[in-house]
């Protein structure tokens, strides 16, 4: 269930985000110029803003407050120009650059809570650009359903499909683009085309049927060439560019998938969790001829597999499983849809081939020998495959960016995402696997302080949030390497219900909150100090959304093996899911809630608020007035309970943040407490003072 349980409802969530959205924008321009602090977020520097170093036992988090360089970057198809999307502090920003002397060409951003959450060159001077909103740093962009499209020179910025469409008045009779109320995605960049797109478009109703239609990616003019015969829809289309299947699922979450031969051709149905076959399909893409089907394809037990399907014959190959980890990304031969391959996230990312002889499988390897010990992605390449960017990353490094030459074999660096980061400073992490009480298998990582002995060392257990479908992974992790610099072992689980070993291992989370998925970040604890790594008197818990649920759950039902536990953004009061928060604002939404969590009468003996007397350590909890996935109200009601419990309870809400925090300042006071607070249990070092003392709003 690995995408559908993230995308349950996307017009109706594009809906809110919409509504979001009209509160911001009328207080600023739509697409105001580039500011300096746009060029300055290509351009920092590796200096951080504390001018005087550190005193004893304190150390300066400032790289830590400040956001990366870029999230992703891609090359135009003839190689002229980048393209980038950069976090500004409450907004990500598109900005495009030329190749040669890096000259910044265009910017394109809309303004507080609006990110720029996707993009791709639909030509070599054309950009197509997906919208969303967050409220908080740590909320999943929620896409706002808006397609806009801007020049490689900066020219021709316009929005083509969505709420914010403008008609041209009444009386005028060519009106290129439709004046509705919709959310549509892209479906289909159609390679070799510079005027067209496919896309989805879906109504701002819940659990609606949606729509295949060709864009005109300048006018946003939109032609109809296939409906849908199952709601919240996501299609896919053969290299022909024409829509061959449907999958999506109802206000029930009954997913099923949809197959036609062509584009006249009837639906039907070939695969649904309601069938007696053992696992759902997920279509990745046709060989290059289309007479092969590739799906991602579930079982009942252990991981997913890659499928080869000959549809006419009806024949299924199984190309590719590992027998731990699931496919993550899916790697596609140059500018098709013909899928060559995949990555693995288990531990250090890697890559299999299925078509070992592909030219992405040689350049793989060429580059992974180039960049040994590091994880390596190919993000872009040109229509000739002449010229590739490819992202360098590994635990220490956030990322490194690079132009592959693939004729010479020679790369040439691009840009870094963080350069104040020094990696051979920053904490390693290892890879680790243990079982839980009842024998189910766990992956997870440890993170040492750099040049510990990685003995006997005080512990943050750190419970990821979300909690299903998200996984931790092998890379750069903020919190864990702040915590490592502070003196900490940092242990992050993949428990029950966590993605990408599985559809099995999610199902095991079902209803567990509490439950299993507790017992296995407890099985995990009493595993780090049975491997003599933390010690037994030294361990808190700490963790964000469900993490900080999970955070004050352990600190209840385990009173001895915790002496502090912080909840940053958490949820405590389960019950309130139903009534209060984003989750439960469609159908679908309501049923997650109801399957997956629980129906409120049967959660409330696992809500933190109920079980206060059983902690017996200090807690610190942070939370932002604008949350709408996990309102403050839980959190000042896991106050009171607190407090009334008699608990030591320290507290700190920003009424302007959402779900995470986004202005440097509050993200500062943030860290500065969360490690004053460890350190008074754990001992270990504290945030140096700011170069300026940030004010509090």
Known sequence: MQFWLRSAGRAAAAANARECARVENHRAPKRAPALAALTAALVLSAATASAQAPAENTFDIEGFVKPDTIDDIKLSPTGEFYAATVPLENETALVIFSRDGLKRTGTFRMGKHNHVDDFEWVSPTRVLIGMAQKLGSRDQPTPTGEIYAINANGTGAD????????????????????????????????????????????????????????????????????????????????????????????????????????????????????????????????????????????????????????????????????????????????GSRVPVGAFFADGKPRTVFFDKNSPEARQYKSLEAAFPGDAVRITSSTADGNLSLVEVWNDRNPGDIFLFDNKNKSAAHVISRRTWFDPARMAPVKPIELRARDGLALHGYLTLPKDSAGKSLPMVVMPHGGPYNIQDRWQFDDDAQLLAAAGYAVLQVNFRGSGGYGDAFVEAGRRQWGGAMQDDLTDATRWAIEQGVADAGRICVYGASYGGYAALMGAAREPALYKCAAGYVGVYDLPLMHTRGDTQDVRSGATYLRNWIGPPEAVAAVSPVKLAAQIKAPVFLAAGGEDQRAPQLHSERMEKALREAGVPVETLYYKTEGHGFYEPAHKREFYTRLLAFLSRSLGGKTAAPAAVAAEKK
Do not use: C
């Not at 053992?278 to 597999?305: C, N, Q, V, W």
């Open 159 to 334: 929005v083509l499909v969505g709420y914010r469409v403008a008609g041209r008045g009444a009386g005028t009779r060519i009106q290129p683009k439709k004046v509705e109320d919709v959310a549509a995605f892209l479906v289909d960049e159609l390679p070799g085309e510079e005027r067209s797109v496919v896309i989805s478009v879906q109504p701002f109703t819940a659990d609606a049927y949606s729509r295949a239609e060709r864009l005109d990616v300048f006018t946003g003019q939109r032609n109809l060439i296939a409906l849908s015969p199952v709601r919240n829809t996501r299609f896919a289309t053969d290299n022909a560019g024409v829509i061959r299947f449907a999958y999506g699922f109802g206000g029930d979450r009954v997913r099923k998938l949809f197959y036609r031969a062509s584009a006249d051709a009837p639906w039907k149905q070939v695969a649904g969790d309601d069938d007696e076959v053992e696992g759902m399909d997920l279509p990745l893409g046709f060989s290059a001829d289309d007479k092969i089907a590739y799906f991602r394809t579930e079982h009942a037990k252990g991981p997913d597999s890659i499928v080869a399907y000959d549809i006419a014959s009806g024949k299924r190959s199984e190309l590719l499983r590992d027998p731990v980890a699931d496919p993550d990304k899916i790697i596609y031969r140059n």
